[in-house]
């Protein structure tokens, strides 16, 4: 059970992760065209 616990907000901090990447991606691409 703990294990669970601890997964869950591990995978929202990854999700968290991917919209920055994916923001600075979209502005770098909006940049450069």
Same mark, same amino acid.
């Given at each position: ?5 601890? *997964?869950?907000?591990?995978? *929202?901090?990854?999700?968290?992760? #991917?919209? #920055? ?5 979209? #502005?770098?691409?909006? #940049?450069?065209?």
């Amino acid at each position: 059970m703990e294990s669970r616990q601890n *997964k869950k907000p591990k995978h *929202k901090e990854v999700e968290f992760e #991917i919209h #920055i990447l994916w923001f600075r991606l979209k #502005i770098k691409y909006s #940049i450069t065209r």
